[in-house]
């Protein structure tokens, strides 16, 4: 694949193809922990082996040239390094324009334009973090490229402040942080007021991870993602006036219980999931740790129902795949993932039940919502990083 991409970014750029060098950073699937790390709690996310990859070439230009193979039609983008401002025109070029300009301003010294051609094999707008995997790779791209030696949770959270201030969309730290410090065959039980976090090996045995994708596209900033965060921020404002607390994180089941009669109706559901959902996060990770694969998966049901019920972000399409999951026999557990409004399912399924899991669930979602959604195995794998030639040569 490698050899192949980098002869459609010679024909798009020409020059000396030994001066291509190649990055690649995943997308993200979180296995339990929804709208959570915006409130300050857990979230347990892991890396894909599928995700972005990044061929660049540096010039001896003042611009940058972006081209995608999954936007073609768009063609190549040529920006200024002197205008990095953003542009509606320039659409998916902007997250990787937002990341550049962050460098400026952090006085990176980008002396020279380059070329870049971007693959990416995750479905786009399916809720797998293809933004912020585009953001890491262009990170780490230009952290090697230009030598700017920042360490990766220094690329994480630039990334996230890219989403946050330059494309607009108001992200938790989640996405980022999954996508830069991936490791193969683990998931990241990560705390997203403090940051800490700990690996904990995604033992499957018999079992694989199967994403489900509603085909249903809807883009985040355009969602009601950013009402959901301000009901809640509005809901930690009136807990803060009877309790020493940082965000919904802190809180405790018993502790919502007693003090929910400061919020609306509205502010009291989308709080409950947010407090209920770290609560069960945190479970979650000790059923991992115990081997008890069973008890996860009613954890990742009862997420879904919090989600659907409490949160009120699943919809119609998620719901039908989710409840068909249930249905199977094959199944561990199944829930919506990402943020919501479409997207994909995640799912635990016995791998002996997988095609049968698939034609199961596929053609009752196609008979209820009437087109059909697609469903990838994927394998757990590690962050963003630039790939060596000798690894070129397996891809």
């Not at 803060?240 to 802190?250: C, F, N, R, T, W």
């Not at 069973?294 to 399409?317: C, N, P």
């Amino acid at each position: 694949m490698i050899k192949q991409l980098k002869a459609d970014f010679m024909a798009w750029f020409g020059g000396i193809e030994e001066e291509i060098r190649t990055f690649f950073s995943p997308g993200r699937v979180n296995l339990i922990g929804e709208h959570t790390d915006y409130n300050g709690g857990h979230v347990l996310p892991c890396a894909l082996q599928i995700g972005t990859y990044a061929l660049v070439r540096k010039t001896k230009s003042a611009n940058v040239r972006f081209y995608s193979q999954n936007f073609p039609e768009k063609g190549v983008i040529t920006v200024p390094l002197a205008d990095l401002s953003y542009s509606g025109e320039h659409g998916w070029a902007n997250y990787p324009k937002g990341i550049i300009a962050a460098f400026q301003a952090a006085g990176a010294i980008i002396d020279s334009g380059f070329d870049v051609l971007y693959y990416g094999n995750i479905p786009n707008g399916a809720g797998l973090s293809s933004s912020a995997s585009i953001e890491l790779v262009t990170a780490v791209m230009v952290n090697k490229l230009f030598h700017a030696n920042l360490d990766m949770l220094d690329l994480v959270k630039m990334s996230q402040n890219v989403e946050n201030n330059y494309i607009g969309v108001n992200c938790g730290i989640m996405d980022q942080f999954a996508v830069g410090m991936g490791r193969k065959n683990h998931a990241i039980l990560l705390n997203c007021q403090t940051l800490t976090y700990r690996y904990l090996p995604l033992v499957l045995s018999d079992c694989s991870i199967v994403i489900a994708n509603t085909n249903k596209q809807r883009g985040l900033a355009d969602s009601a993602y950013n009402e959901r965060r301000a009901t809640c921020e509005a809901a930690l404002a009136k807990l803060q006036q009877q309790l020493p607390i940082q965000s919904l994180g802190d809180l405790t089941s018993e502790q919502f219980e007693q003090y929910k009669h400061l919020l609306s109706a509205i502010e009291q559901k989308r709080a409950r999931h947010a407090v209920t959902e770290n609560e069960r996060t945190i479970r979650a990770a000790e059923a991992l740790e115990n081997g008890d694969l069973w008890r996860f998966g009613e954890l990742m049901k009862q997420s879904h129902i919090s989600l659907r019920d409490d949160y009120e972000v699943t919809g119609a399409e998620l719901d039908t795949l989710v409840e068909a999951a249930w249905e199977h026999e094959g199944t561990i557990g199944a829930r919506m993932t990402g943020a919501g409004f479409g997207g994909c399912t995640v799912n635990i399924v016995k791998d002996e039940h997988i095609p049968s899991f698939i034609e199961q669930v596929g053609r009752k979602y196609a008979q209820k919502i009437g087109y059909e959604a697609s469903f990838y195995v994927v394998k757990i794998g590690d962050g963003a990083k630039e790939i060596a030639e000798k690894e070129e040569m397996m891809l």
